[in-house]
Each structure stands twice: as C-alpha cells, then as structure tokens.
C-alpha cells in the first residue's frame, strides 16, 4: 500500500514538473518507468543524506548529555567530600570544647577532721576510738559499682565507628555506633555517638529512625551542644515528611533557645522557604 501511494506521489510531481509522455536526459528520451525510478533513487538519497545528518546530531547529543553527566557527578563527588570534612571539622572542633571544659582541678588533699574524746572519760584514761571508713575514691568507688570505661579503649571504638561515617559507610557506622553506645554507657563520647548514629540514618534518608535517635539527644543530653544539631535536622526531616507544623514549631524552639548559633540561621532560612512555597 505504501508503495503504491509513493508511486501516485511521484507521478504528481512528474506531471507538475515535466510535460509529455517522457523527456530527454542526455539526449536519450526516458519512458514513463524510468523516469519514476530516477525520482525514487533521488529521494532515497535525500532521505540517506537526512539519516546521516540525523546520527550525527544524536552523537553530539549524546556527547553532551556524557560531559554534563561527568560534571554532575564531579559535582556530587565534592559535595560528599566538603560534607565529610565538615564532619571531621565539627567533631575535632566539639571535641576540644568538651575536653577543655571537662577538665577537672587539681584534687586537693582530703583533711580527716580529729574528734575529740568525749568529755565523760576521765583525764589519763584512753580513749577508745572506732576506725572510720576510708575516704571514697575512685578505685574503691568502682567495687560493687560499675567500672568506667577505659579511656583508650573508648577513644578508639568511637573513632573506629566515625570513620566508617566519613569514609560514606553509613550502614556500617550505625552498627559501630549502637555497639559503642551499648559498650561505653556514660562516657565521654556518648552524645556524640548518639548524633552520628541519628546523622547515619538521615543520610540514608532513613527518615523515622532518625527522627528517634535525634529526639534521644534533646531527652537524654540537655546540656549536649549536639542538642541545636539535633533539633535542626528534626526540623529537617519534618519538612521532608511534609508535616509543616511540626517544621516551624521545632525550628522556631530551636532560634529562640539557641540564638546566636549557626544551627539558628540556618532555621530561620528554612522557615523562609516555607514562607515563600506557601506553608
């Protein structure tokens, strides 16, 4: 069907183009066949000539689509390695802030008061007097208690777990970060290791977990300065989940406790997207 209506076609435009049965190429006059035959070889060639064109057009295109793939991902690669660095940054800068303050002074030499014997014994008689228990310290304090944590160990746990967080590792920092927390209750690193684990899983954009693990930081560490970070990634992750009270109702508690801290200016711009996308 397609070829005959290509033939009607092109006797059209043979009988718009030429006058006559047949007309004279190179001398020789050419029937009413031939001279269908010499259009369709000319329109194949037109038609050949637009495919070229065609597949060179869908190469560039291609080539152009590879170039911005490449700068998208050289792109994504720099953002991953100035977010991690930030990490590294954040927690050196936390951790000297929380070694300094957590300094404690110098012990002072503990003074055992002397009691004198009681007035009813008589002078140039002895008195008796009962031994008094030890001072409490530190080595005795632990019998019957619980040890605490050795330092060294606890530093290289803690450690070992944020690396695996920096080097993109997320699913594994979880698990080194929930052992650290269950094997160091109470030690210096604990509220650190509690954001990191909720930070892990926001990454994955494991969005209800973390939203625990961050709610655990203001409940369980008030006075953590992970607390301003925790309560802005809540906000965060209310926004994701499009619960846009709870949004504004988070970051507005976080810039008027927190007010002059970088987690509060970036609150406040987050607020003001909300403004503008009409929540």
């Given at each position: 069907?397609?070829?005959?209506?290509?033939?009607?076609?092109?006797?059209?435009?043979?009988g718009l183009f030429?006058?006559?049965?047949?007309?004279?190429?190179?001398?020789?006059?050419?029937?009413?066949?031939?001279?269908?035959?010499?259009?369709?070889?000319?329109?194949?060639?037109?038609?050949?000539?637009?495919?070229?064109?065609q597949v060179q057009?869908?190469?560039?295109e291609v080539r152009q689509l590879r170039g911005d793939l490449e700068e998208q991902k050289y792109n994504m690669d720099g953002m991953s390695r100035r977010q991690r660095d930030l990490y590294v940054d954040i927690d050196q800068r936390l951790s000297r802030i929380q070694s300094g303050g957590a300094m404690s002074p110098t012990p002072q030499p503990v003074?055992?008061?002397?009691?004198?014997?009681?007035?009813?014994?008589?002078?140039?008689?002895?008195a008796t007097v009962s031994p008094q228990p030890p001072p409490e310290t530190p080595a005795n304090a632990a019998i019957g208690g619980?040890?605490?944590?050795?330092?060294?160990?606890?530093?290289?746990?803690y450690q070992a777990a944020f690396n695996l967080l920096k080097q993109g590792r997320y699913?594994?920092?979880?698990?080194?970060?929930?052992?650290?927390?269950?094997?160091?209750?109470?030690?210096?690193?604990?509220?650190n290791?509690?954001?990191?684990?909720?930070?892990?899983?926001?990454?994955?954009?494991?969005?209800?977990?973390?939203?625990?693990?961050?709610?655990?930081?203001?409940?369980?560490?008030?006075?953590?300065?992970k607390v301003p970070g925790a309560m802005l990634k809540i906000g965060y992750i209310q926004y994701e989940k499009k619960n846009w009270a709870g949004t504004r109702n988070i970051l507005k508690q976080l810039m008027d406790n927190f007010p002059a801290t970088t987690e509060s200016r970036l609150a406040q711009k987050r607020l003001q997207r909300l403004t503008k996308e009409g929540h």
């Amino acid at each position: 069907m397609r070829l005959i209506i290509k033939r009607v076609l092109l006797c059209i435009l043979m009988g718009l183009f030429s006058v006559g049965p047949a007309f004279a190429v190179n001398g020789a006059k050419l029937t009413m066949e031939q001279r269908l035959q010499r259009i369709e070889r000319i329109l194949q060639n037109q038609s050949l000539a637009d495919l070229v064109l065609q597949v060179q057009q869908l190469r560039q295109e291609v080539r152009q689509l590879r170039g911005d793939l490449e700068e998208q991902k050289y792109n994504m690669d720099g953002m991953s390695r100035r977010q991690r660095d930030l990490y590294v940054d954040i927690d050196q800068r936390l951790s000297r802030i929380q070694s300094g303050g957590a300094m404690s002074p110098t012990p002072q030499p503990v003074t055992t008061p002397v009691t004198p014997p009681p007035a009813s014994v008589a002078v140039g008689q002895t008195a008796t007097v009962s031994p008094q228990p030890p001072p409490e310290t530190p080595a005795n304090a632990a019998i019957g208690g619980v040890t605490p944590p050795d330092p060294k160990k606890e530093s290289e746990a803690y450690q070992a777990a944020f690396n695996l967080l920096k080097q993109g590792r997320y699913g594994e920092s979880i698990t080194a970060f929930s052992g650290f927390l269950r094997d160091f209750p109470g030690g210096e690193y604990e509220d650190n290791a509690q954001y990191w684990l909720a930070e892990a899983s926001y990454v994955n954009r494991d969005f209800d977990t973390a939203l625990g693990e961050f709610t655990k930081i203001m409940e369980n560490y008030p006075d953590s300065p992970k607390v301003p970070g925790a309560m802005l990634k809540i906000g965060y992750i209310q926004y994701e989940k499009k619960n846009w009270a709870g949004t504004r109702n988070i970051l507005k508690q976080l810039m008027d406790n927190f007010p002059a801290t970088t987690e509060s200016r970036l609150a406040q711009k987050r607020l003001q997207r909300l403004t503008k996308e009409g929540h």
